[in-house]
């Protein structure tokens, strides 16, 4: 049976067994491979900011990258460069604890065997342990980032991010 349209792509329903399986037409093990790819790095990266191992931003990032999260306004800012990336991201965390919660990551389009925009939903967190009522210290924000991620050195990395503020405002955790 083949329907029309699901999620905006076609589909073909499978008999298996008693049930049925959706097959997407792009399927494949090397589409499914990608997406794994992908979702690991946009995983590695947040880990990698939490962890505060600056260092190993060059596994997830482009030597290029532009992270641009101006719209959150004084708790964001614009970087060009693994190297400016590195020293806004530790100054911006100092000694504080952080948390990124990637909640969601969608593969919108696969534009290119190589190069992918992606969708990530992230909940961060910024404590400082010395501050925990003020709110330019200690905070959360719901934010959308919505990057392009290219295959260098044979690994996915974030070339372009564009941040999102999803949420009214920043948070007061406490």
């Given at each position: 049976?083949?329907?029309?349209?699901?999620?905006?792509?076609?589909?073909?329903?499978?008999?298996?067994?008693?049930?049925?399986?959706?097959?997407?037409?792009?399927?494949?093990?090397?589409?499914?491979?990608?997406?794994?790819?992908?979702?690991?790095?946009?995983?590695?990266?947040?880990?990698?900011?939490?962890?505060?191992?600056y260092e190993a931003l060059g596994e997830v990032m482009t030597t290029d990258v532009v992270y641009d999260s101006t719209a959150l306004g004084k708790y964001g800012g614009r970087?060009?460069?693994?190297?400016?990336?590195?020293?806004?991201?530790?100054?911006?965390?100092?000694?504080?604890?952080?948390?990124?919660?990637?909640?969601?990551?969608?593969?919108?389009?696969?534009?290119?065997?190589?190069?992918?925009?992606?969708?990530?939903?992230?909940?961060?967190?910024?404590?400082?342990?010395?501050?925990?009522?003020?709110?330019?210290?200690?905070?959360?924000?719901?934010?959308?980032?919505?990057?392009?991620?290219?295959?260098?050195?044979?690994?996915?990395?974030?070339?372009?991010?564009?941040?999102?503020?999803?949420?009214p405002g920043v948070e007061a955790p406490y």
């Open positions: 049976m083949h329907l029309p349209s699901l999620f905006g792509c076609a589909v073909a329903l499978l008999p298996l067994g008693n049930s049925l399986a959706i097959q997407h037409p792009e399927s494949s093990a090397e589409t499914a491979s990608t997406y794994n790819a992908i979702i690991q790095a946009g995983y590695k990266t947040a880990y990698t900011l939490d962890t505060k191992n970087s060009v460069g693994l190297d400016e990336v590195k020293t806004s991201v530790a100054a911006a965390f100092g000694d504080d604890l952080v948390e990124h919660i990637v909640t969601n990551i969608y593969i919108m389009e696969l534009q290119t065997p190589t190069k992918a925009r992606v969708i990530t939903y992230i909940t961060y967190s910024h404590w400082d342990p010395d501050a925990l009522s003020d709110i330019t210290k200690t905070y959360r924000i719901w934010y959308k980032c919505d990057d392009i991620w290219v295959v260098q050195n044979g690994d996915w990395k974030m070339q372009h991010s564009y941040v999102t503020n999803m949420g």
